[in-house]
């Protein structure tokens, strides 16, 4: 036998939870590993198979792969066909989903046994996954799909409680033991915080796997989150790597290519940007997830109108009644200053493109990562789970965005933005003043300084070398 043993190639398995917003970076996460020689493998579930494997195509790389784990019968779980494609899943009930996923235990458990990978990336919401690391001896990360900014507030609003001591919805008080005096009040709060819910008994079991794991892979900069990833560190005693923003993994010619041919054939959304001046549209858009009622839509509709401003807003009324009027009147008025796209927007492609200004955003923690890094400002409208803490972070401490003045609805209640409130937002950032170019400075900056943390030597970049180095080094230790 040879004395020198030629370096094992990583094996990396990545388990997402099949919503776009965690499905997607968990992609994206893969194929930066790939490009950094690991052997990357997807687990998903049959609807989901297609988006892996179209993704993988443009990745155009030999070494992810694909591993799909049998769904429980339908019997077991009250669910109909396809429960588990990324579109729609966000929209069942939590905690049927829950239970169904969970009884992919069994199979997973088979499938990790058999491949034995030198490491597990699980999103947040499977912690099960923890004990069957645990038995098989893989060292487990968590891809909780947030920054470390609202980790650590979600994590010291959950130790602390300050939101119990206040009044009143609306009477602020201070996030304790932040390294910036952050104000919140309760109403911002998403619910779980507030109330105890079926979900904050999978935040407890989150938290017991959290503890019983290797360490966490965040999608962030060190640079954008300035002192908070060292903070989360220190509060909550685990290794974390900084690896993002994941996204700007499709920033490759081939992808932007692809991307543009098909985003063009399904609308033309880029041709009619290609027409617009420089940083004069305004992209509105509110993630995978959420659906307004007529109501709310009517006064976006207003605002936007109002604005003046030239604007792509995408829009989610799958069968939502009364909303003919959107392109009966609206998109007739709008014609030439404003393109509503229904479904999926290429929400990238759009971001990068040089006739967008400004970005109006429900704050999930990636659609803020791509706004980021596309050196947008944006107007921020938090709906729900972590989006009012992007919105503390994207507002209050990297000064690059405007609030609309949103708050968290409650269970069953209706919260409605007016259109006032969003046609000065919107003018806030779009407008011209001093105060506006300071914020438009500051997001290209900011762009760029994102851009740079993946590059060749960026701070994500050696993270990740970090992260592998490590893992080649210690699974055998970790794993006694
Ligand atoms: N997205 C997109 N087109 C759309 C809507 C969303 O490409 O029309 C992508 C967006 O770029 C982001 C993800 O879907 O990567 C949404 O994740 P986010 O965390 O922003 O919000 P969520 O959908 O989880 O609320």
């Known amino acids: 036998m040879g004395s020198e043993a030629a370096p094992h190639q990583l094996r990396m398995f990545f388990f997402p939870y099949m919503a ?60 109909p066909d396809g429960w588990d494609a990324s579109a729609s899943i966000g929209r069942l009930d939590f905690q049927s989903v829950h239970h169904a ?29 923890a004990d069957i690391a645990h038995e098989l001896g893989i060292p487990r990360l968590i891809f909780h799909g947030m920054g470390f900014f609202s980790l650590c507030v979600l994590h ?15 009477e602020p008080f201070i996030v304790p ?30 938290h017991e796997a959290e503890a019983q794991s290797y360490g966490v892979v965040v999608n962030s900069c060190y640079e954008m989150e300035l002192h908070y990833a060292e903070h989360y560190t220190k509060i ?24 543009r041919a098909s985003a063009d054939h399904h609308g033309g959304c880029l041709a009619w940007l290609d027409s617009k001046k420089p940083g004069s549209v305004l992209y ?16 976006i509709a207003r605002g936007l109108e109002a604005s003046g401003r030239a604007f792509i807003w995408v829009v989610r009324a799958d069968g939502a009644e009364g909303v003919e009027w959107l392109s009966e009147e609206f998109e007739e008025r709008s014609e030439g200053r404003g393109m509503i796209i229904r479904g999926w927007a290429p929400q ?10 400004g970005f109006l955003t429900h704050c999930g923690w990636n659609s803020v990562l791509e706004g980021v890094s596309a050196g947008v400002p944006m107007v921020t409208w938090p709906i729900f789970a972590d989006q009012s803490f992007n919105e503390k972070l994207v507002v209050d401490v990297l000064e690059i965005g405007v609030r609309v003045g949103a708050r968290i609805a ?4 209706e919260v409605v933005v007016k259109s006032e409130k969003i046609e000065r937002a919107v003018d806030w950032v779009m407008g011209s003043g001093e105060e506006a170019d300071r914020r438009r400075t500051r997001a290209r900056s900011l762009g760029e300084v994102a851009r740079r943390a993946v590059e060749d030597e960026g701070s994500s970049f050696k993270d990740m070398s970090r992260l592998i180095e490590e893992l080649m080094l210690a699974p055998k230790r970790v794993r006694e």
């Open 20 to 79: 776009a917003g965690h499905l997607i970076p968990m992609l994206d996460m893969a194929k930066l590993f790939a490009c950094r020689g690991v052997a990357s493998t997807i687990i998903t579930t049959p609807s989901n198979t297609a988006l892996v494997t179209s993704a993988i195509q443009r990745a155009n790389s030999n070494s992810i792969s694909l591993l799909c784990l049998p769904l429980p019968p339908p019997a077991d779980t009250g669910l």
């Open 101 to 129: 996923i969970a009884l992919l235990r069994g199979p997973l458990h088979h499938l990790l046994a058999g491949h034995q990978p030198d490491c597990l990336i699980s999103d947040m919401f499977l912690p099960w996954t």
């Open 156 to 170: 010291l609003l959950e130790r602390y409680r300050p939101q119990d001591n206040v009044s009143s919805n609306d």
């Open 177 to 206: 033991d932040l390294p910036h005096p952050i104000e919140m009040t309760r109403s911002q709060l998403p619910t779980p915080l507030k109330t105890n819910t079926d979900f904050n008994r999978l935040l407890e079991r989150m």
């Open 236 to 259: 909550i005693g685990k290794k974390a790597w900084c690896v993002g923003p994941v996204s700007l993994c499709n920033g490759s010619t081939t992808y932007d290519k692809v991307e």
């Open 284 to 299: 509105v858009c509110f993630g995978s997830l959420t659906q307004f009622t007529t109501s709310q839509l009517r006064e």
């Open 348 to 357: 990238i492609l759009i971001l990068n493109h040089e006739a967008v200004g």
């Open 410 to 413: 409650g269970e069953g209640e």
